[in-house]
């Protein structure tokens, strides 16, 4: 390090005030993601890659886009299944999101075991900090794999993000809180055992989203008839609102009308019988995209992770597309 | 009349009193204070990495990579080389470690009092 560094007119309280150093100027940053002005997705021009089947488990050569059928929700004919990769390599997907795992290193007088717990099952390793005795700050700090620094939040803010909101979302109020900001180090969580009323939440969560931005696109899987049937009227809803419209896929037959804004694709591809997905394009903006791919191991216990990262949103969504449609 | 032999002693008091409230009057320096009271010796990159957590507490921002740096660039350059001088923390340059220091009385008062009016 050089000469000591000179602070011109801050603030003693202002922490984030503009440092000069000698050959260099220090200012506050964000490391989130900037919007870009591209328009919204419209399919790749080329091969993309499978990112369901490589992060869940595939084999590298997989067939192009496989035979499939789209419903414009008046019903239709079904084509015979594509051929799907074996889903063999799951443990070594695994390993990689693994090899990312991050430390939550909490920083609280008070006993923070629900936040252990509600982690028990995730993707990260909980630990404690220690303050003075008498200080009631309560924040935590995210490292990365390394023990490094990653980023902090207060524990109220913390707790905020980790309990999204259960009822859908246009009964929501607006948050203060930026999600692309305090989402940035939890990309690509894993979580390991979610139950079904979890996977419900994360699922509004994305909705919400897509709501309050007002267009683009949710690109939605469905096991089986009955679950999409359990859904439509947030669909209809949603695909309702603004410039917003909604890509459903589900397993069986389906040939009822949702919507004006909503398509509905038949296929009985293995992958969407076997995934619970929600992906939201971000309407043309890359800070605006998040997904959810799960698949249900257990009855009720599902497996998978959540993401808020732009790029492999827009290749899930490009692999869906290039799949199933709409080309 | 060179400056060996010079009467600064009032003159030092003077400037050493100042560089005390000076520094009693940065935030970070206080919670570097506080902090290092409760530990033996802490890595100065797990004092800036605490520091940055807790001064954000209540702020309700994710801080960043560049907010740690920033306060740990001021730490190594501005907070902990005056306070090192002034006897309160020892800030190992080579090591890039800090321990607990010799605080007197009357700075640690003002220190309780603050510490009051910053954690209440």
Known sequence: MGAPCQRPGASHRDTRATYQCPGATYQRTSATHQPTDSPPFRGPATRVPNPIQYVLGSTPDRPGPVPHHRSDATGGRRLAAPVQPAMKSLQQALSEIEAHRKTLEIYSANDQSAIVDQ???????????????????????VRGPEGEFVGSLGLDTFRAILSPAVHPPWVLTERETAYSEVFDFLDDTLFSSYDRRQMLATTREIEERAWRRGEGTLYVGFQNRRALEQQTNVYETLAAHGNLAAELYVSDEWDVAIGESVRVTSSSATEIGQFWFVLYDGGGSAIHRCGLVAEERDAGRYYGFWTYDPALVEELVGHLRTTYGPE | MNEETAPRTAFEDRTRSSRVFSILDEPLARYTLWYVQNESEVALTHLADVLTGWLHEDSGVVTTVDDRDRIRLLLYHVHLPALDYLGFVRFDHTEKTVSRGEIPSHVQAVLDVLREADLE
């Open chain 1, 119 to 141: 982690f028990a099952t995730r993707n990260v390793t909980v630990v404690t900090g220690s303050l003075p005795p008498g200080v009631d700050a309560e924040f935590v700090i």
